[in-house]
């Protein structure tokens, strides 16, 4: 008998939610005033973005893990599936992109080639002296690819029983390596780059897919906790606010990016359990904020080197270059709409295809 596996139904406002999860990136890439040091913008999107996947990749594996005890059937078959699916969905574009700046000799890919295709510019970043151009932004898509490759171990090899205390275990881990990592005395991007310290963010959205899998009427009473959120959200701010203006990231980031994940697991469990009405929602679920969503991967991938194109170009036919005589507010409407058409391009010709492909690699 051939094992069906049904994935998690869309929940249409969880594309809406990386449509706010992207542009929260590109505001902290593009406009950095200073007032905005006091709203944690970038860290806030990729953040999010981590939960969404936590809950998705979780709920995908759950339901390979029930499916495999009812066929009584080997996990490795199911494993093997999954990971071709993530190849096809992450690498085309990925390494299409690295490898025509490699061709060009863009900024210093050819330097970083061997950290950007073994996917380990997260520890790049970190070390000393490191110089990463154009591609720092990849450290959190090297975070993304380091904790596939040991999720998946993790919840279809893990007994049942065993599954909730590890993600519990996951999420404390990553406070707990960052509180251990500023007594020790590191600073700078280690406290945000390195895997381990995001365990807290892909813990998050991992409890929401397992409460909801199989304590649904408990996780709708915690969403529905607005004391509970409005506490969270209260120590959060101020945790925020207190840690950028005292200036010292490394004691902010110890608490931010735990407080910010318990957020993003209340914003992921209402879209895909409680979805928002009203105003919100009409945003939410127009139509272009949910197609920006669906190919915001290619929008964070473009992104950053976008500014630096024109740049070139600009330089490349002796012309001035605006943001030489503008503010960015000027420039910022052509660089969103370069890179939504790089991300649309790639969208219709690669991704669409390779998401097609996906589904001869059933579970």
């Not at 790089?342 to 998401?355: C, D, G, N, P, R």
């Amino acid at each position: 008998m051939e094992k069906t596996i049904r994935t998690p139904g869309h929940a249409i406002q969880l594309d809406g939610l990386r449509f706010f999860a992207v542009f929260a990136v590109i505001i902290c890439h593009w406009m950095q005033y200073s007032f905005m040091s006091y709203i944690p913008f970038g860290s806030a999107g990729v953040n999010l973005f981590f939960v969404l996947s936590g809950y998705l990749i979780t709920s995908i594996l759950l339901r390979i893990k029930d499916a495999d005890e009812i066929q009584k059937s080997k996990p490795w078959k199911s494993l093997r599936q999954f990971y071709i699916r993530r190849i096809l969905r992450i690498f085309p574009i990925y390494f299409l992109t690295v490898g025509i700046f490699w061709l060009m000799n863009f900024d210093r890919c050819r330097e970083l080639f061997l950290w950007l295709v073994s996917y380990s510019m997260n520890i790049y970043i970190f070390l000393p002296g490191n110089n990463y151009g154009h591609f720092g932004h990849f450290w959190s898509l090297a975070v993304e690819e380091q904790f596939y490759i040991f999720f998946p171990f993790l919840i279809l090899f893990l007994k049942r029983k065993y599954i909730l205390p590890a993600i519990l275990l996951l999420i404390f881990s990553g406070l707990i390596t960052r509180i251990c990592l500023y007594f020790a005395g590191f600073s700078g991007n280690i406290f945000y780059s390195l895997t381990p310290c995001a365990m807290d963010a892909f813990g998050a959205g991992a409890l929401l897919s397992y409460l909801a899998l199989y304590h649904r009427e408990k996780l709708l009473r915690i969403l529905e906790n607005r004391i509970l959120w409005l506490c969270v959200f209260f120590v959060f701010a101020i945790t925020t606010y207190l840690g950028r203006k005292s200036g010292a990231p490394e004691a902010r980031t110890v608490f931010e990016r735990f407080f910010c994940s318990m957020i993003c697991f209340w914003i992921v469990g209402r879209a895909s359990h409680i979805p928002f009405t009203g105003f919100f929602q009409k945003i939410i679920e127009h139509k272009v904020v949910l197609f920006t969503g669906r190919i915001s991967y290619g929008i964070y991938l473009y992104h950053v080197f976008v500014p630096e194109i024109f740049r070139q170009v600009f330089q490349y036919f002796h012309l001035a270059f605006p943001y030489q005589e503008h503010s960015v507010l000027v420039n910022t409407p052509f660089y969103l709409a370069a890179t939504f058409l790089l991300a649309i391009l790639s969208w219709v010709f690669v991704e669409k295809y390779m998401m097609r492909l996906k589904t001869r690699f059933g579970y």
